[in-house]
T-cell receptor
Framework: TQLLEQSPQFLSIQEGENLTVYCNSSVFSSLQWYRQEPGEGPVLLVTVVTGGEVKKLKRLTFQFGDARKDSSLHITAAQPGDTGLYLCAGGDNYGQNFVFGPGTRLSVLP | EAQVTQNPRYLITVTGKKLTVTCSQNMNHEYMSWYRQDPGLGLRQIYYSMNVEVTDKGDVPEGYKVSRKEKRNFPLILESPSPNQTSLYFC????????????????FGSGTRLTVV
């Protein structure tokens, strides 16, 4: 089973700052990003499938590496509502090895 | 509203007492899955179902059973719960999937926090 690495593990920033979190592993066919708030289930933010793909969701920018071995999530002007656990998840073309990463726990202080 | 509904949200039980956690989705999704989430171990797949009457083991199936008699429901059964099954459980669904992977992103339920004493 392949593993996903996410960094940093924890991140605490002030409101208004920018940040980037990372997800790395072997080659994926597609990759998903989720945000999970305490006591709730993860909520899908985006799915990326094409190497080099960039998707934007308001202040969130998601990038999939050209070789599909890594992905990043950039948040511009973070707000307290962005606080949560950010998870990446991915697998190969054959439905094997789909796993979730350990997550980055983000805290945005007012 | 499109959603995955799990019940109960919280459950405390004793070792060996059979229990069922229900899961229902209203999105006509083919693919459903159960995960458990533990500190330091993240989300791990227990069982998945690619369609009605089609279920298979995920990464941590020991001590669990599932059934998929109809498309919308995917209950998780613990025949004889033990303390190491204390965890936060999530049911999730996706439009379709292959083996252990959803083709599309998951819609997750709100979770069931289970404590086995």
């Amino acid at each position: 089973t392949q593993l996903l690495e996410q960094s940093p593990q924890f991140l605490s920033i002030q409101e208004g700052e920018n940040l980037t979190v990372y997800c790395n592993s072997s080659v994926f066919s597609s990759l998903q990003w989720y945000r999970q708030e305490p006591g709730e289930g993860p909520v899908l933010l985006v799915t990326v499938v094409t190497g080099g793909e960039v998707k934007k969701l308001k202040r969130l920018t998601f990038q999939f590496g050209d070789a599909r071995k890594d992905s990043s999530l950039h948040i511009t002007a973070a707000q307290p509502g962005d606080t949560g656990l950010y998870l990446c998840a991915g697998g190969d073309n054959y439905g094997q090895n789909f796993v979730f990463g350990p997550g980055t726990r983000l805290s945005v202080l007012p | 509203e499109a959603q995955v509904t799990q019940n109960p949200r919280y459950l405390i039980t004793v070792t060996g007492k059979k229990l069922t956690v229900t899961c229902s989705q209203n999105m006509n999704h083919e693919y459903m899955s159960w995960y458990r989430q533990d500190p330091g171990l993240g989300l791990r797949q227990i069982y998945y179902s690619m369609n009605v009457e089609v279920t298979d083991k995920g990464d941590v199936p020991e001590g669990y059973k599932v059934s998929r008699k109809e498309k919308r429901n995917f209950p998780l059964i613990l025949e004889s719960p033990s303390p190491n099954q204390t965890s936060l459980y999530f049911c999730a669904s996706s439009l379709s999937g292959l083996r252990g992977a959803p083709y599309y992103g998951y819609t997750f339920g709100s979770g069931t926090r289970l404590t086995v004493v």
